[in-house]
């Protein structure tokens, strides 16, 4: 299994960016595809995720309301849209991925994920 994340950049405050994803290796359609960050100095915590099976979704509280995340079944690949960047936003962003597909509040959490992309960085900044 593979996953490559890209779209990371630098960014004014309010700003935007969108993040894909590109899985290969996966049984797509049971999977639930996840984005994480991992700031300077924390630790890695889940940004949102996504099951493919439905589409059915799962925000941290921090970015609700302003990002978004999405699937495109055709191509394998998993979007992050991020509006309305904060500075508090800036870290190493990663997908990762797991065979079972399931969504609820623990699936926020590193540990369930088997597979992982390298990072991509956003950086946002005036």
């Known amino acids: 299994v593979q996953l490559q994340a890209s779209g990371g950049g630098l960014v004014q405050p309010g700003g935007s960016l969108r993040l894909s994803c590109v899985v290969s290796?996966?049984?797509?359609?049971?999977?639930?595809i996840g984005w994480f960050r991992q700031a300077p100095g924390k630790e890695r915590e889940g940004v949102s995720i996504?099951?493919?099976?439905?589409?059915?979704?799962l925000y941290k509280d921090s970015v609700r309301g302003r990002f978004t995340i999405s699937r495109d079944n055709a191509k394998n690949a998993v979007y992050l849209q991020m509006n309305r960047l904060k500075p508090e936003d800036t870290a190493v962003y990663y997908c990762a991925a797991t065979p079972r597909g399931l969504i609820k509040s623990s699936m926020l959490a590193i540990r369930n994920y088997e597979y992982w992309g390298q990072g991509t960085q956003v950086t946002v900044s005036s």
């Open positions: 290796g996966l049984t797509w359609r049971g999977s639930t």
């Open positions: 996504i099951r493919q099976s439905d589409g059915n979704t």
